[in-house]
């Protein structure tokens, strides 16, 4: 069964303050790995989709990778404005579309 | 482009009454997706639509759920009778090519079952 799991659940940090999320994955066949950060009160908004190993993502302070096993979602210099929950989520042969979610970690930056 | 819409934003109701909740995907998207989140369990799959076509609808968790796509540009889920477990937030998400692009997620529908 294809599963996700995100770590840590949740993340403080003070602005300019680096670090780097976790997604652990088991997945027959891997098509796709995405990035998804979620405001309280709204829909999850893509990020970033990674298809292959050593394929790497970046947006602004956001950076994404992917090993076989793993992804991360680095943030650099983090602001205020970046926290959020950020959900990793991964499509799989067997299953036909169908994006498969972690819990998320929800990331708190303080000023 | 709007984005994927959703109606309503809230619902609350009383237990044993029926909830349509409702769904306007992006144009030309060709995939439709309805899911649920709740604090315990995430975000959850309930049915899938491909070309107007439901595909998967394994997590549906029962017969009181049920969901429908009559053309391209709407779809609707229903809960009849409604129950207090039900209460989460349900979101539409619709993408092209089957979801492999990844999806685009409307605002969500949060609602209570009183």
């Known amino acids: 069964e294809d599963q996700v799991t995100q770590s840590p659940e949740a993340l403080r940090l003070q602005e300019g303050e680096s670090s780097s999320l976790n997604c652990s994955y088991t997945?027959?066949?891997?098509?796709?790995l995405f990035w998804y950060r979620q405001d309280p009160g709204k829909g999850p908004e893509f990020l970033f989709t990674?298809?292959?190993a050593g394929e790497e993502k970046e947006k602004e302070r956001l950076k994404a990778t992917l090993t076989k096993k793993e992804s991360f979602l680095h943030i650099t210099a983090p602001k205020p404005e970046d926290s959020a929950t950020y959900l990793c989520a991964v499509i799989g042969s067997s299953n036909t579309g169908k994006l498969i979610f972690g819990q998320g970690t929800t990331l708190q930056v303080k000023p | 482009d709007a984005g994927v819409i959703q109606s309503p934003r809230h619902e609350v109701t009383e237990m044993g009454q029926e909830v349509t909740l409702r769904c306007k995907p992006i144009s030309g998207h060709n995939s439709l997706f309805w899911y649920r989140q709740t604090m315990m369990r995430g975000l959850e799959l309930l049915i899938y639509f491909n070309n107007n076509v439901p595909i998967d609808d394994s997590g549906m968790p029962e017969d009181r759920f049920s969901a429908k796509m009559p053309n391209a540009s709407f779809s609707t889920l229903k809960i009849q009778p409604s129950e207090p477990r039900d209460s989460a937030v349900y979101f539409c998400?619709?993408?092209?090519?089957?979801?492999?692009?990844?999806?685009?997620f409307g605002s969500g529908t949060r609602l209570t079952v009183v």
């Open positions: 990674l298809y292959s």
């Open positions: 997945v027959s066949g891997l098509r796709g």
């Open positions: 998400a619709s993408s092209l090519g089957g979801g492999t692009y990844g999806y685009t």
